[in-house]
């Protein structure tokens, strides 16, 4: 949308050319974006300030630093993940070595209180 051709807002807030939402308008009484009744078109009138360079400049700075943390936050979280799943991984397999363990256990316990019985019976 060129800054220079006449703009309008429609009362659900989208922004159209002037000639292109009055084109539609005569077909339908819709808005194109969102579907929802057109009653009424305002004009819209822009103003920029000046650019200042400098500003820009810092602003584009400032935006790089800020990808370059959420970058090196995402590094270390998927590093802490891994760790994560290691650790996990290692629980579950420690899990299943305590129950056949204590299964173990459980059969040699059995397997003394037999030979108990057997020596004093």
Request: charge should be negative; aromatic fraction near 6%; charged fraction near 30%.
């Amino acid at each position: 949308m060129s800054t220079f051709a006449p703009t309008v807002v429609t009362d659900c807030g989208h922004l159209f050319h002037k000639h292109c939402i009055r084109t539609y308008l005569a077909r339908n009484l819709d808005c194109p974006a969102c579907r929802e009744k057109v009653k009424e078109v305002k004009s819209v009138f822009f103003s920029s300030a000046p650019f200042n360079q400098t500003d820009l400049q810092e602003e584009l700075d400032g935006a790089y630093k800020t990808i370059d943390s959420l970058s090196r936050e995402r590094t270390d979280l998927n590093v802490t993940q891994a760790d994560i799943d290691a650790m996990a991984k290692t629980i579950s397999d420690l899990s299943v070595e305590n129950r056949r363990l204590s299964s173990d256990l459980d059969s040699l316990q059995k397997q003394m209180s037999e030979r108990r019985l057997s020596t004093t019976g």
